[in-house]
């Protein structure tokens, strides 16, 4: 069971560090003006 949650728990990380990845790379692409609005949007998932 512990293996199982441990599984999840691991799948959950790598899901929310793409996103995170996803986020990063999406704010390099538009102007300084953005970036900030788009960079505070990680801390809110």
Excluded: P, R
Excluded at 2 to 17: A, D, G, M, P, Q
Excluded at 22 to 42: N, P, R, V
């Amino acid at each position: 069971m512990e293996y199982i949650l441990f599984v999840l728990y691991f799948s959950f990380f790598l899901c929310l560090c793409a996103l995170v990845c996803l986020y990063f790379s999406g704010c390099q692409e538009m102007t300084y003006k953005h970036e900030e609005a788009c960079c505070g949007d990680i801390f809110w998932i």
